[in-house]
Nanobody, 117 residues
């Protein structure tokens, strides 16, 4: 099992910044990829950004140049630095970890991000 706990969400004005954190613990060996997803009210969950164990990153087109995903393996923490926030970035942000052993996905409980115009 892998436990994921997000933090850092909140209310911010458009143009502002937030940094989300996701602490991970448990059976974390063989995690090959970690990602951030978000879900806006009435919409499907969507991929925001991902990072592999090797450090390769990828981003949704809507956040490229504004968001940065990173991972600190010494602290077992995943981050999402969000700059130049827009109202359309509002939603619940979820941390996800994928383990190649068993092909399993693990999810955190989510943290709310609200961007006011």
């Amino acid at each position: 099992q892998v436990q994921l706990v997000e933090s850092g969400g909140g209310l911010v004005q458009a143009g502002g910044s937030l940094r989300l954190s996701c602490g991970f613990s448990g059976s974390i060996f063989s995690i090959t990829r970690m990602r951030w997803f978000r879900q806006a009210p009435g919409k499907q969950r969507e991929l925001v950004a991902g990072i592999t164990t090797g450090g390769t990153t990828d981003y949704a087109d809507s956040v490229k140049g504004r968001f940065t995903i990173s991972r600190d393996n010494t602290l077992n923490t995943l981050y999402l630095q969000m700059n130049s926030l827009k109202p359309e970035d509002t939603g619940v942000y979820y941390c996800n970890a994928y383990k190649i052993v068993g092909s399993r996905n693990y999810w955190g409980q989510g943290t709310q991000v609200t961007v006011s115009s």
